[in-house]
């Protein structure tokens, strides 16, 4: 497939007051793919892991997963950034309904589009990974375990087997058919 770019895909195709969380494991492609989807639907940026406080920051360094308790001061400083925000794309990775209930807190108009991958597949890219906090295959175990999948109701299921430019095509154009309902889940 060819890189993206504005001859092969349309422009902005969402309404400015979109708030998308790209969520999965650590290691899915959120930052990537969230960075790269943002700047194509003219939207802001945010990666979630620059909202840990330290000590959940060092926990991580040290291979310990955190725990709900941990994660709830970290979800509600996400939820807040979305509620000061009319627009936005946030890396997170809203494992559980739980989390995910924290987010769209009063933001029912938030999106999530789920990296899914296998374990081997981002286990292979966490060893490729540099300069990043998130260490150990004990940590990503962990991830896995606390990970309950969104269904299709919830969220835009996205195979990362994909290249970076189809990933991105493929929630470009289903992000277009987005329609939240009352209840905060999406229709795809």
Request: charged residues 25%.
């Amino acid at each position: 497939m060819s890189n993206i770019n504005e001859t092969n895909l349309p422009g902005k195709v969402i309404d400015e007051k979109v708030k998308i969380v790209i969520m999965g494991v650590s290691g899915c492609g959120k930052s990537s793919i969230g960075s790269r989807l943002a700047e194509q639907l003219g939207l802001t940026f945010f990666d979630g892991d620059d909202y840990h406080c330290a000590a959940n920051i060092n926990k991580m360094s040290q291979g310990i997963p955190l725990t709900d308790q941990d994660r709830q001061g970290w979800l509600a400083s996400l939820n807040k950034l979305f509620q000061q925000r009319a627009e936005g794309v946030v890396a997170c990775s809203a494992l559980t309904p739980e989390y995910r209930a924290i987010l769209r807190h009063n933001n029912k108009e938030l999106r999530f589009v789920y990296l899914q991958g296998d374990f081997e597949t981002i286990w292979q890219r966490h060893q490729n990974r540099a300069d990043h906090y998130f260490k150990g295959k004990t940590l990503l175990e962990n991830q896995f375990a606390t990970l309950v999948e969104p269904g299709e109701s919830e969220a835009l299921i996205i195979d990362i087997r994909q290249t970076v430019d189809q990933i991105i095509a493929e929630i470009v154009t289903k992000t277009a058919s987005f329609n939240p309902r009352q209840s905060g889940e999406l229709r795809v």
